[in-house]
């Protein structure tokens, strides 16, 4: 049972209502991670908008596989077991991908490179090396890239901390980060 109690989308407080409801249009659901954050209007806006902008970054696949390989840095079966799904039913990804996603890997040459940056970012805190930077950019990445790949990394890490922080009850498939990739 989560720690922070999440209201319904009816029960949120009224200036979330709003961005709830694009949410629910868009996703036909409200996943208890937006109405957890919605319990701060202006942390929901903030997320959304970030989440917004940075959605016209890197294709969907680059975008998801990081998720996967944040979650699994941080340990954040919430997220482990949404973006599993969401690579799964919208970005297409195999199973198989998704296991090297979640080692910080990849089977794609040029995503390797966004998803071990990525996961090196998350479990370094930052703390990279010029050949890391180096690595990145001879596969392709231009630098507003690599400030996108870092921006992503940091969306999803609030939502890791914010999920294990409150111990936010998975709508989603299930998947532990505990448990091999």
Same mark, same amino acid.
């Given at each position: 049972m989560?720690?922070? +109690?999440?209201?319904? *989308?009816? $029960?949120?407080? #009224? =200036? +979330? /209502? =709003?961005?709830?409801d694009a949410i629910h249009k868009q996703l036909g659901t409200v996943p208890n991670l937006f109405r957890l954050i919605a319990l701060s209007p202006a942390a929901l806006t903030a997320y959304t908008a970030f989440q917004?902008?940075?959605?016209?970054?890197?294709? *969907? %696949? $680059?975008? #998801?596989?990081?998720a996967l390989a944040v979650a699994q840095v941080n340990g954040c079966d919430y997220c482990l077991s949404a973006h599993t799904y969401l690579a799964l039913n919208l970005? /297409?990804?195999?199973?198989?991908?998704i296991a090297l996603n979640r080692q910080g890997t990849? !089977?794609?040459? %040029? =995503? @390797? &490179?966004? *998803?071990?940056?990525? &996961? %090196?970012?998350?479990?370094?805190?930052?703390?990279?090396?010029?050949?890391?930077?180096? =690595?990145?950019?001879? &596969? !392709?990445?231009?630098? &507003? @890239?690599?400030?996108?790949?870092?921006?992503l990394v940091a969306e999803n890490s609030f939502t890791n901390y914010l999920n294990e922080v409150a111990r936010t009850d998975i709508d989603f498939p299930e998947v532990r980060a505990s448990e091999a990739a």
């Amino acid at each position: 049972m989560s720690r922070i +109690s999440i209201p319904s *989308v009816e $029960t949120a407080p #009224e =200036a +979330s /209502k =709003a961005t709830l409801d694009a949410i629910h249009k868009q996703l036909g659901t409200v996943p208890n991670l937006f109405r957890l954050i919605a319990l701060s209007p202006a942390a929901l806006t903030a997320y959304t908008a970030f989440q917004r902008a940075l959605s016209g970054s890197l294709d *969907v %696949k $680059t975008r #998801e596989r990081i998720a996967l390989a944040v979650a699994q840095v941080n340990g954040c079966d919430y997220c482990l077991s949404a973006h599993t799904y969401l690579a799964l039913n919208l970005a /297409k990804i195999s199973e198989e991908e998704i296991a090297l996603n979640r080692q910080g890997t990849s !089977g794609d040459d %040029k =995503a @390797q &490179a966004a *998803v071990r940056f990525a &996961a %090196k970012v998350a479990r370094e805190r930052g703390h990279l090396n010029d050949a890391d930077i180096a =690595a990145v950019r001879d &596969a !392709g990445y231009t630098d &507003a @890239q690599i400030v996108e790949i870092v921006g992503l990394v940091a969306e999803n890490s609030f939502t890791n901390y914010l999920n294990e922080v409150a111990r936010t009850d998975i709508d989603f498939p299930e998947v532990r980060a505990s448990e091999a990739a």
